[in-house]
């Protein structure tokens, strides 16, 4: 493909990527399958234009004052690429697959955001203005900072799964099939890939040696510190990642229950089961949760989320995002953990988690389920920052994605939640 179709192309897919209910990544598959005649190359530099666009995106509309596609995609790909603003503009020449001629007043309006950044924190940032505070409220002086580096492509890390290999042993085996790895600096599980790779293409995946999970998840298992033979939940299970690192952590002794309220993101659990070696994970039906009830030493509740802390990855979530739909979020976390509490033994512990990085899913949740049980109390735990009850962990602390977990203990004979 021409750069001149690239760029139309880009233009075209970003309305649909910030409005569209499916993942982004998913848009560029249907768009790579649906259009066949783009090779591997133009497929990749289209993502990685596309992906970063939406994570400058609110940068780039507050520098041209304008959200229309063409002209966000030529502002990102000069301040982005480093390409001539005149080339690009000279791409807008309505041949057969390239954009139509922009206006001179476009062109002036071009030439001027190129050069003026944005005034306004939110936009500077590229966060949406009204979440802005709550984000203050969670990360205080670390924002600007913390914001700046989430603008920045994550990276890929797996974690050694402990029952087949040791960390060195996984990154050995990594390595047969030319996979280089570095040992994350404070999270003794994770291995940081080098450059790009196809890891459930490798021997060490196909083995059960790694799991693809970012640091950051690996590091909230690490702090809930689930013990052998213990009992532990974990209550909003997913895809399993968390469960199958905690069963590790219990070296495959004791009972590690998994349960989500949608069966079908359990789906591939029971592969990944297999492949890693978890023989303790059973399966809790909504039904069956009663059973339970003051049962668990550990119930780990990683709760649905605006996911926040995975804009790197997802960076179109951001923006599609309503104070709606946030406020839903709210009602149900609330919902969730306290139904989650109500499994916990006394004397057991209670993890609460998000990818978030908003006080308002994160803090202000805590604070409230605090105030409503009194027979929970905050329980220090070890993290990559030392001793806290709450941990949020982000890239420049952790080098992690954006995670809060908040430990709490739950104290005497009480009744609980």
């Not at 060195?168 to 291995?191: F, V, Y």
């Amino acid at each position: 493909m021409r750069p001149a179709a690239r760029l139309r192309t880009i233009a075209e897919l970003l309305p649909q990527a910030l409005s569209d209910r499916q993942p982004a990544d998913r848009i560029m598959q249907q768009w790579g399958r649906q259009n066949r005649y783009a090779g591997s190359k133009d497929r990749r530099d289209i993502s990685d234009r596309l992906f970063a666009i939406l994570r400058h995106y609110g940068a780039l509309t507050g520098r041209l004052g304008s959200d229309d596609p063409l002209l966000v995609a030529m502002l990102a790909t000069h301040l982005l690429t480093d390409v001539a603003l005149d080339e690009i503009i000279g791409m807008a020449d309505g041949s057969q697959y390239g954009p139509a001629p922009i206006s001179a007043a476009d062109e002036k309006t071009l030439s001027h955001a190129a050069t003026t950044p944005p005034s306004d924190r939110a936009d500077s940032l590229s966060v949406p203005a009204w979440l802005l505070d709550d984000i203050v409220a969670q990360l205080g002086d670390e924002t600007d900072a913390v914001m700046q580096a989430m603008l920045n492509r994550a990276p890929l890390d797996v974690r050694a799964n402990l029952l087949r290999a040791d960390r060195n042993m996984a990154q050995d085996a990594l390595l047969k099939d030319d996979i280089e790895t570095a040992p994350h600096a404070t999270i003794n599980t994770a291995l940081r890939v080098q450059g790009t790779a196809q890891i459930t293409m490798s021997a060490a995946y196909r083995d059960g040696l790694v799991e693809v999970q970012d640091a950051g998840a690996q590091a909230v298992a690490q702090i809930c510190d689930a013990q052998a033979f213990e009992t532990v939940m974990d209550f909003c299970a997913g895809a399993g990642g968390k469960a199958l690192a905690l069963t590790a952590q219990m070296n495959n002794k004791g009972r590690l229950l998994v349960h989500d309220a949608i069966k079908t993101r359990m789906r591939h659990l029971p592969e990944r089961v297999t492949r890693a070696g978890a023989e303790i994970i059973e399966t809790i039906s909504p039904e069956h949760l009663r059973d339970f009830e003051a049962q668990c030493d550990l119930v780990v509740v990683d709760v649905p989320c605006s996911g926040a802390g995975r804009w790197r990855r997802a960076p179109e979530t951001k923006w599609r995002l309503t104070a709606e739909a946030l406020t839903d979020l709210h009602k149900l976390q609330a919902d969730i953990v306290q139904t989650a509490a109500a499994l916990v033994r006394p004397n057991g512990r209670l993890a609460y988690i998000t990818c978030s990085l908003l006080a308002s899913e994160n803090d202000r949740q805590i604070d409230k389920f605090l105030e409503q049980n009194q027979d929970f109390e905050p329980m220090e735990s070890d993290g990559p920052m030392g001793q806290q009850a709450r941990h949020m962990l982000h890239p420049l602390n952790a080098d992690t994605d954006g995670l809060f977990i908040a430990m709490m203990q739950r104290v005497g004979g009480g009744d609980g939640a």
